[in-house]
């Protein structure tokens, strides 16, 4: 069964929060090929289109580390 981006969004689970949209509002109607819980910054280079991306904003507001780079402990 196929499920659009706009009949997600109606969906239950996200009754319980706030929902906004930032961006790509005109193709609310695109079918969801997979769905991907992500807290990457820069996730964009993995995505091929149609998917669906979850995340909790975790580090959204923080300093950005591009790919490859390491964080001493």
Wanted: glycine share 12%; proline share 3%; aromatic share 6%.
């Amino acid at each position: 069964m196929a499920l659009s981006v706009a009949a997600a969004l109606q969906l239950e689970v996200f009754s319980r929060t706030t929902v906004r949209v930032y961006a790509g509002e005109k193709n609310l109607g695109h079918t969801i090929r997979w769905v991907h819980p992500v807290e990457i910054l820069d996730i964009g280079q993995f995505l091929t289109g149609g998917e669906l991306l979850l995340t909790a904003g975790l580090g959204a507001y923080g300093p950005r580390v591009s790919s490859g780079a390491t964080s001493a402990r």
